[in-house]
């Protein structure tokens, strides 16, 4: 359990950029402003998710949780799935406007159930 509190700490830290990130890309889409897809923010969210993904899997290692045994985990997997989905549709300028607002909201909602899930860890 010595490597807990830094993988936690990355984890959290990276899920707080993931949204933060993920909001930026969005609002800049709102505002008709679609050149950030020229910048670094094209490719700095993969760097984040991979070390976001990198420390959920340390976590998984080094605590007793387990997807399928923990079903509050596996749910957060599943709202990690649909987020992904969600936020591909949201950011693609391929879809309309309307189909993008919806995906982006969609993603948004999953992103904070599973910050709640991390919070709270039901048992149920």
Do not use: C
């Not at 998710?49 to 605590?63: C, E, F, N, S, Y």
Request: charged fraction near 15%; hydrophobic fraction near 60%.
């Amino acid at each position: 359990m010595e490597w807990y509190a830094g993988l936690k700490m990355i984890h959290m830290l990276a899920a707080a950029l993931t949204a933060l990130l993920f909001m930026t890309r969005i609002g800049l889409d709102a505002a008709g402003k679609p050149g950030w897809r020229e910048t670094p923010l094209r490719f700095l969210p993969h760097i984040n998710d991979t070390a976001l993904l990198v420390a959920a899997i340390g976590l998984v290692i080094v605590t007793p949780w387990m997807p399928f045994v923990h079903h509050w985990l596996t749910l957060k997997v599943l709202l990690l799935i649909g987020y992904i989905a969600a936020g591909l549709v949201a950011l693609k300028p391929k879809f309309s406007r309307k189909t993008r607002i919806l995906a982006a909201a969609a993603a948004l909602g999953q992103l904070v159930l599973m910050f709640a899930l991390a919070l709270h860890k039901p048992a149920f």
